[in-house]
């Protein structure tokens, strides 16, 4: 190598220096002339390589160590053919650009505005150029090309990190795609990466490596340069700020370019960590792959708790452009009035007003991220990319009713039934667990050929006609009209704040006797008894130890079957078990299914015994339109792939776990919190007054409210409204724990 420089480029005193590099070879020389980089490629590369080389020289607008400038050969030529180790290759010759790299210089607000007029200095020279060797380019590296290193994804191996990834390419198709023939193009540098960009003085000074040029959307530029630049930063929205305003001071950017931004920065991400992934199989030893893997996921995990909203508003003003203005919370009141009854309840004080979500968080108008610590609904998390891609294909394929064959039925039943144990065998679809609740009482009814039901205190399951009389919570209270014929109530078996105290069996058993003796009173008349694991109305209320194995005993004894509620606790949210009734080691003849099960798409469904399934078809069919449609049967059946392969019934009882200790540790200096109960990701705080116990209902509104105006959501609920309930996506941290913690025990000590 050191005689073709010699003979080809007449250097003298040559050292040389292999420089690391993705896959091409470079050398660092050092010479009696100065210092220089050399290139070296596969001949068939040579076209490439001259596209290349005339793109630098494009630049001499630049000062003149800004770039890595060609050198010619001794015959005038910018490359130089060579056979090394009998292989034919081209030489190219480049002085050595001088100057810090940004990745190691201190960014201060200075270095980052002179990165962005440096960046935007070249785009707007470079507009109008054109290089017919790069316009040829189909750069893998390219973001229009995004879609390449997508296929690579299953080469993460963390399953939260690759939900990330596979949400941000969701929200690169929702965003991004549909408007990429429209954005202005042409030919950019497409890789203003930290170890790229040279700074000098506090200066950018410099660029290297023009590997990646394309011509292609000009924003990616500035979403690349962004993306590095906000490496390693606490807050990367502030870094990102000063590179705007100097790129825009040298290129004017649009608006629309600036609303896909935030997109377009996690799609740079995406692709670099897809990329790392797979390449670090094919290259193990090659270090220089690593370089942004650690930064890149720091980044790309930070980004999902940015809201798209505030980056876009952020990157507005630091072009000038001026914000959308929101509406008020009153205005969208008032409108929604206008058609909408006020009988649907808006939550907190000041109401939330949402764009979008992810996972536990969600992103309000105005650009606030609210950690979501309540929703048990999008029980994988919201937008959860395995449940979107579910639904958009089988939406795509086939919608149709239970009256046709198609395989998601089946699929999915097999592996719901699966869940449960052999004693239950037969599953009905429905929309909601309102409709779950009405059904699995006419089966109850239909089976045993009575109609007395037996429900619990606080007990909830429902908005239908049937399911209001089976809800204490809603028929004792405002508006409702009482106890119906043909409903008993069964006293919740609470060891907090009930009659019975002792939770090691001996309440359990003496409410249980208080019931069973209600039960012999109509012996041989109840159809049946429904209540929920923990009763989450009443305010998160784990039933006592040994109550529901003696009352589902009393209750079969008599005729009657036993029906477990699991719209709140099923699908192993209470962590310790997949389904809420194994906490008391019994077996249901009905289980109730609902919310978490479609993960926010509409799926109610109904489990029970072949018995009890063959008495309910008594000749009139049972026909919903959209229960077990495909769609629904794609979504659920997603849904409980996603809680397997994310191992989210071990992340409930871990975060759980640690949350519960959390508040116990908090209670201890906290006298207002009189009780912290629950399972895993189902949790209830009670707030009392004294020793007496007398509930708090206004410190649970003020803390519901005071941690909702803090970006945090929770609920109350409870016979006083005194309790707070946390039952958050299961994909909930530590770290979400807390700032949840954090916030709960500074508004209450102050
Ligand atoms: N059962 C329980 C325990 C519930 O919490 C609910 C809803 N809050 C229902 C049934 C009714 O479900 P849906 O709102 O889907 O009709």
Redesign the pocket.
Known sequence: MKTLLSEHYNLEDISLTKMEGYNSSNYRVDAKQGKFVLKVYPVQEKADVLAETAMIQQLAFLPEDAVSNPIKNVTGDLVTHALIDGEEKILRLMFFVEGQFIAEATHTDKVLRSLGSFIGKIDHHLIGYKNIGIQARNLDWDLKNINVSRQLKHHITSTSDRKLVEHFFIQWDQHVYPKMTQLRKSIIHNDANDWNVLVKDDQVSGIIDFGDTAHTAIIFELAITLTYAMFGKDDPIASAIPVIEGYQAEFPLFEEELDLLYYLIAGRLCMGVCTTANEKKLQPDNKYILISEAPGWELLRKWITISPVFARNQFYEAAGFELDTVPSEEEILTRRHKFISSIFSVSYRKPLYVEAAAFQYMYDKTGNTILDAYNNIPHVGHQHPKVVEAAQRQMAQLNTNTRYLYDPLQEYAEKLLSKFSSSLTKVYFVN????A?DLAIRLAQKHTQRQKMVVMEHG????TRL?VDISHYKYTSKGGTGLSENIIEATIPDTYRGLYKNNNGEAGQQYAGDLIKKIKQSEGEIAGFIT?PIV??GGQVPLAKDYLKLVYKSIREQGGVCIS?E??TGFGRLGSHFWGYEMYDIVPDIV?L??PMGNGHPI?AVITSDAIADSFDNGMEFFSSFGGNPVSCAIGFAVLNVIEEEKLQQNSLDVGDYFINELKRIQQQLDCIGDVRGSGLFIGIEFIKDENLDPDTALAALVKNELRNRNILVSTDGPYDSVIKSKPPLCFTKENVDQVISELHDIISK
Do not use: T
């Open positions: 909601s667990g309102s409709a609740s909830y399951h429902g908005n399911g929920e989450g109305c509620d719209v709140q109730v609902g919310k109610g």
